[in-house]
């Protein structure tokens, strides 16, 4: 059964760093890459970081060198650190396997960055 819980969200001044945590079932997180997703209002889900089952790491153009996703496979949780956060960040963000995500999604968690 896939289970995913987001958490970390918050509001933030522009500039300013998050970190957000997204647990999900062990019997999906050790064979998978995972990746965090978000969906601002009247956008699509995007996704915007991955990590592969070995730890390499991939992003979106609006997101490189700024976020940096990381997995604690014994924890079965992968993280997001956000820094130099920017209003346009503003969004809900799910975690997923990526780059085809489960059918099943958490509740999310919001993120909003004030200017």
């Known amino acids: 059964q896939v289970q995913l819980v987001e958490s970390g969200g918050g509001l933030v001044q522009a500039g300013g760093s998050l970190r957000l945590s997204c647990e999900a079932s062990r019997s999906i997180f050790s064979i998978n890459a995972m990746g965090w997703y978000r969906q601002a209002p009247g956008n699509q889900r995007e996704l915007v970081a991955r990590i592969t089952t070995g730890g390499r790491s991939f992003y979106g153009d609006s997101v490189k060198d700024r976020f940096t996703i990381s997995r604690d496979n014994a924890k079965n949780t992968v993280y997001l650190q956000m820094n130099s956060l920017r209003p346009e960040d503003t969004a809900v963000y799910y975690c997923?396997?990526?780059?085809?995500?489960?059918?099943?999604w958490g509740q999310g968690t919001q993120v909003t960055v004030s200017s």
């Open positions: 997923n396997r990526a780059p085809s995500p489960f059918p099943t």
